[in-house]
């Protein structure tokens, strides 16, 4: 079978240090099993035995980089498999490296492959620019809560919103506290200056190669969105026209809610949140940001109150959750009458002063619904 000469299905599974390829027939026959060393020459050798533009498919594993840039500059047709819609092979019976690369083949062959989308290399470094600088302020943001910890620990109030400003600085330079406490905060305080730096630094670097795009332009034209928020969503985005309408790509942002359907009975739920973290937190800010500001704090900046939220817009179905409990009207205008002693109420008219199945006779503790 080394003299196969038709075209050739080829499945990698590939791991951190070593790596196993099947290759297969169009009919599904194996012909190689072999595991290899996570080399370019390994891979190279195995690959020069699958014939002319083989289809290879792996899956988007940790670090698939290397080996999808090595494969298509051989030549290949590389197809690169979604996580989780090969989830399944974890119920088998048996699960093993060649299995898995098995598997791969045969859904690549069947043409039932779920496949994820190859970024090209220059979208996978402006994702490193910018997924760099969101982790270097997450750990920012860190070492300012651990400060704020400090000063908890130590009692010390911070009347500023802002810690880190100019005041909150002079604060931290004042606190009188044993030397463990202040040294800790000290630590921080450089840790902070340093991520400033290299946060600054990494913003510029995407800025850099984001200037002359148009859809880094064309995306601070809506309102919410800067050159942070814009550079989030062309790095993690890439090329858009790969979404035919807008609900493909919320939907591969995971902003659409699960859809489970069985007969006739459909429940929806969640939001799926499978997709990119940063799109979906770059999206939540821009909702924010577009939010009207609150009645007290808009009557004190502005003196004036925003406008009303339509009514059709407050009514949900169900008890409300979140911000919606603080902005749905109150159905109650006025407290219910308490039945006065002794009197007779019908049991038909329990409903309106109290809930079904409660007498109204009967005093309720509690918190009155």
Not at 314 to 325: D, E, I, K, V
Request: charged share 25%.
């Amino acid at each position: 079978m080394s003299e196969y000469d038709a075209r050739q299905f080829v499945g990698i599974d590939l791991h951190r240090r070593r790596s196993v390829i099947v290759r297969t027939t169009d009919a599904g026959e194996a012909l190689e099993v072999v595991r290899i060393n996570n080399d370019l020459d390994c891979l190279a050798a195995v690959m020069s035995r699958a014939g002319e533009a083989p289809e290879v498919v792996l899956e988007a594993t940790y670090g698939w980089y290397w080996a999808v840039d090595a494969l298509q500059a051989g030549g290949a047709q590389v197809h690169l498999a979604h996580p989780l819609g090969v989830k399944m092979f974890e119920h088998r019976r048996v699960k093993n490296d060649v299995r898995d690369a098995s598997d791969l083949a045969d859904l690549l062959r069947m043409g039932r492959l779920p496949e994820a989308w190859i970024a090209p290399p220059a979208t996978r470094g402006l994702r490193e620019l910018v997924r760099h600088r969101a982790k270097l302020v997450a750990l920012r943001s860190g070492c300012k809560c651990e400060v704020h910890a400090v000063l908890a620990k130590l009692g010390v109030q911070v009347p500023m919103s802002d810690l880190f400003t100019d005041r909150g600085l002079d604060l931290l330079a004042h606190v009188h506290a044993p030397a463990p406490y202040v040294a800790r905060i000290q630590s921080l305080e450089r840790l902070i200056d340093a991520l400033d730096v290299e946060v600054d630094l990494f913003a510029r670097l995407a800025k850099g190669r984001l200037v002359a795009d148009p859809g880094y332009r064309a995306g601070q034209t809506i309102p919410g969105i800067g050159p942070i928020l814009a550079a989030v969503f062309v790095a993690e985005i890439g090329d858009v026209h790969r979404f035919p309408t807008a609900a493909h790509l919320t939907s591969w942002a995971g902003l659409t809610p699960t859809h489970h359907g069985c007969d006739t009975h459909v429940r929806r739920g969640r939001i799926t949140k499978q997709g990119s973290k940063l799109v979906r937190w770059a999206a939540t800010g821009v909702g924010q940001a577009g939010r009207p500001p609150h009645r007290g704090r808009a009557a004190a900046r502005t003196g004036r109150r925003p406008p009303e939220q339509p009514q059709h817009r407050l009514r949900r179905r169900g008890p409300p959750t979140g911000r919606a409990r603080l902005r749905r009207p109150t159905r109650r205008t006025r407290p219910r009458p308490a039945p006065r002693r002794g009197m007779t109420i019908p049991r038909s008219s329990w409903s309106v002063l109290g809930r079904a199945g409660h007498d109204p006779r009967t005093p309720r503790r509690g918190r009155p619904f």
